[in-house]
């Protein structure tokens, strides 16, 4: 685990209603809720951000939500302005996860509006990066990885460098129980710290979190937290039940320890 405080990040997708996700957040606030060792987000569905909002209030768990549209406001049916967001207290958005990318068709200069959108709002994006299957064997990986963070952040001034959070999310690893091995996802997350450096500077690039996701889970996530540039981790299935969302907030406080 590196020097960065790391932060531990509840991707819930399309599951919980509102009093479910009161209820689950009681739960983690009950077992971790005093933990400031380790920065714990839950980003919940929008139509539970509300209820969250006020269930995190007076605990030191934050509020992010999972996506949000680049206009600040107008005819765009369904859709979530950064303004919306920061009504509610939501501190950070997941912009370009895989399956937005996937199932709903966002690229990469979509995805940057709605970077820059954030950042001007005072939210900090979460931008998730990572290659399909058939680009890992096909030794795209870095090349892959490369346009979504240069394409991703293009734009973004120097002094908002350190509010980005990004997230490594090996595409195969999303979902499937296929876990990146840390030696693998460590060489992904220097290689994106390196790219970082060369647009921001060594210095803030020492200070962005680099999250890792793709079936982070209580069993693997000590070997994964140890690594130099895995500074926390963006949590799907593992992150819909209390117990297991808890050991993971524990071990990374414990990997700060050891
Ligand atoms: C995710 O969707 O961001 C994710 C990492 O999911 P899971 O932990 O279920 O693989």
């Known amino acids: 685990m590196s020097k960065r405080t790391p932060l531990i990040a509840g991707n819930w997708k399309m599951n919980k ?44 768990l934050g509020l992010g939500a999972q996506n ?63 290659e399909l299957l058939s680009e ?13 963070i240069e394409q991703g952040l293009a734009g973004v001034p120097a002094a908002k460098a350190e509010s980005l959070v990004i997230a490594y999310e090996p595409v195969w690893a999303i979902g499937t129980g296929k876990t990146a091995t840390p030696a693998m996802a460590q060489e992904v997350h220097a290689f994106i710290r390196k790219l970082l450096a060369q647009q921001f500077g060594a210095e803030s690039a020492s200070r962005i979190l680099i999250l890792y996701g793709g079936s982070m889970k209580p069993d693997n996530a000590d070997a994964l937290l140890a690594e130099q540039d895995i500074d926390g981790g963006l949590i799907g299935g593992a ?8 050991d993971l907030v524990q071990i990374a406080a414990k990997s700060l320890r050891d």
């Open 17 to 60: 209603t509102a009093t479910e996700g009161v209820e689950l957040v009681k739960e983690i606030a009950a077992a971790v809720g005093t933990e400031s060792s380790v920065n714990v987000l839950l980003c919940p569905p929008f139509t539970a951000l509300s209820a969250v909002s006020a269930a995190v209030e007076g605990t030191h």
């Open 239 to 246: 992150s819909l039940e209390a117990k297991s969302f808890v």
């Open 136 to 148: 890992r064997e096909a030794n795209q990986t870095m090349e892959v990885v490369r346009r979504q």
């Open 68 to 130: 949000m549209h680049d206009k600040a406001s107008g005819a765009f049916t369904g859709e979530i302005s950064a303004s919306m967001l920061r009504d509610l207290y939501v501190t950070h958005v997941i912009l370009g996860h895989s399956e937005r990318r996937s199932l709903f068709g966002e690229n990469d200069a979509f995805i940057n509006r709605k970077v820059l959108a954030a950042l001007s709002a005072s939210l900090k994006p979460i931008l998730c990066v990572g």
